[in-house]
């Protein structure tokens, strides 16, 4: 069955650029890439996504490998306010999005 | 825009008990799903719309059952409430289900079955 695989956890320190990476094997050609965040008691939150390009936003960056088996949400200058469960959930047909247990940030001060 | 709201934040119920975990969003969007989130666990997909009248189930639907009979509307009814539906559910809208549009949560609604 698809999938992704995250590391279940990852930490680093304020100001410091974090890299977090997935893989998705069994992507297919047009599936898009999606990553959310979910801070503590909250509803996930829309990250970014792209599907062959690296992508830029405000709020991060996502570099794709080329065979588009793996990607990496990059957040340029970590803040205590990203500190958060990252998902990147591999999608089952239009939006119906199939999230694994995520990878939890840890910001050091 | 108040974006997705969910009522009620918590709820307790007994076994057997039923009740309906209320969403709405003013976006106008087409879209909207439910998810349940188990601790430790990401979330997986209960029931999804993609617009008025017409639903469909996802990943666990069930013991849940879904209508749609507005936009903005989309209320997720527990028919008979068993304590393996202890979880907190989370609503989600998106402008369409074009795989591109990212889907807006609600803040969820922490259920727990006795």
């Known amino acids: 069955d698809a999938k992704t695989t995250q590391p279940n956890s990852m930490e680093s320190n304020e100001e410091e650029p974090v890299h977090l990476p997935c893989n998705h094997s069994t992507i297919s050609g047009t599936d898009y890439i999606h990553w959310y965040r979910q801070l503590p008691s909250q509803g996930p939150e829309y990250v970014i996504h792209g599907l062959t390009s690296n992508v830029n936003n405000r709020m991060a960056s996502l570099a794709i490998a080329e065979d588009r088996k793996s990607s990496t949400l990059i957040l340029h200058r970590a803040t205590l306010r990203d500190a958060a469960v990252y998902y990147c959930?591999?999608?089952?047909?239009?939006?119906?999005?199939?999230f694994g247990q995520g990878t939890r940030l840890t910001i050091n001060p | 825009n108040a974006g997705v709201t969910q009522t009620p934040k918590f709820q307790v119920l007994k076994t057997g008990q039923s009740m309906t975990l209320q969403c709405a969003q003013d976006m106008n969007h087409e879209y909207m799903s439910w998810y349940r989130q188990d601790p430790g666990m990401g979330l997986r997909l209960i029931h999804y719309?993609?617009?008025?009248?017409?639903?469909d189930q996802g990943e666990v639907p069930n013991g849940y059952n879904v209508s749609r009979s507005t936009t903005e509307d989309f209320p997720l009814r527990l028919l008979s409430a068993a304590p393996s539906q202890t979880s907190v559910y989370f609503c989600?809208?998106?402008?369409?289900?074009?795989?591109?549009?990212?889907?807006?949560f609600g803040p969820g609604t922490r259920l727990t079955v006795l």
């Open positions: 719309s993609v617009g008025a009248g017409i639903t």
């Open positions: 989600a809208s998106s402008y369409s289900n074009g795989p591109w549009d990212e889907q807006f």
């Open positions: 959930p591999y999608e089952r047909g239009a939006q119906k999005l199939v």
